[in-house]
């Protein structure tokens, strides 16, 4: 757009863009494939908002700033590949995050106290005992849920042990009496929070699980 003395009004121009976008633009949100390659995607936003006038306007006025497409495909070219080395970072981790999410059963020693499952395991260098069979059981007092419908034992089992040995390694203090004095902690687990007891036992090295259930 031209002023009265011949000159290009940007300013005006740059309005206009942003009404175009509003206006016409709704249906080309990236999605996060497109993402991938930002600056595909710019540019295709840089060529709906272009006026047509645009390249004739800048060599009309003899402009030292380039014109609209040119910018955006300079500008698109550049974060076209920040975005696509960022997005590509955060597919790693969301991934990972998958992974952890889906980890499998630990391979636990098992053994028995009477009726009582022992299951013994080490998870990142922390020696942990869940004692499976206080927890995984349908008949446990103030519980909301039968653990033993909704969830599998070697999941739950597995999640206690992962989480315990995480808030160790973080540095969690964990209490050392009995079971009175246990430490209480929760997850959530397949869409059910899991509420367990954590002893730390000294002259063992080892932290215990004596029971777990469903809130």
């Not at 005006?12 to 206006?23: S, V």
């Not at 040119?70 to 070219?77: R, S, V, Y």
């Not at 964990?174 to 929760?186: E, I, L, N």
Request: charged share 20%; hydrophobic share 40%; aromatic share 8%.
């Amino acid at each position: 757009m031209l002023d009265e003395n011949g000159y290009w009004k940007r300013s005006e121009d740059i309005n206009a863009m942003g009404a175009a976008a509003l206006k016409d633009n709704h249906g080309s949100r990236p999605t996060y494939g497109d993402l991938l390659d930002f600056g595909k995607w710019l540019g295709g936003i840089a060529y709906k908002l272009s006026p047509a006038s645009d390249v004739e306007n800048c060599a009309d006025n003899g402009s030292a700033l380039p014109c609209t497409s040119a910018a955006m495909g300079i500008f698109g070219g550049i974060f076209g590949k920040l975005g696509g080395k960022i997005l590509g970072k955060l597919g790693k981790l969301e991934s990972l995050g998958a992974k952890v999410a889906k980890a499998g059963p630990l391979a636990f020693k098992d053994s028995f106290a009477g009726d009582n499952l022992i299951r013994d395991v080490y998870v990142s260098g922390v020696q942990i005992r869940v004692e499976s069979g206080h927890g995984y059981r349908s008949d446990h007092a103030a519980t909301s849920a039968d653990i033993t419908s909704v969830l599998d034992r070697d999941v739950v089992d597995s999640a206690v042990a992962r989480d315990l040995a995480a808030r160790v390694g973080a540095g969690t203090q964990v209490a050392t009496g009995g079971k009175a004095g246990a430490s209480t902690f929760q997850i959530a687990l397949n869409g059910y929070n899991v509420g367990y007891r954590a002893v730390y036992i000294p002259q063992l090295q080892r932290y215990d699980i004596p029971t777990y259930w469903i809130p």
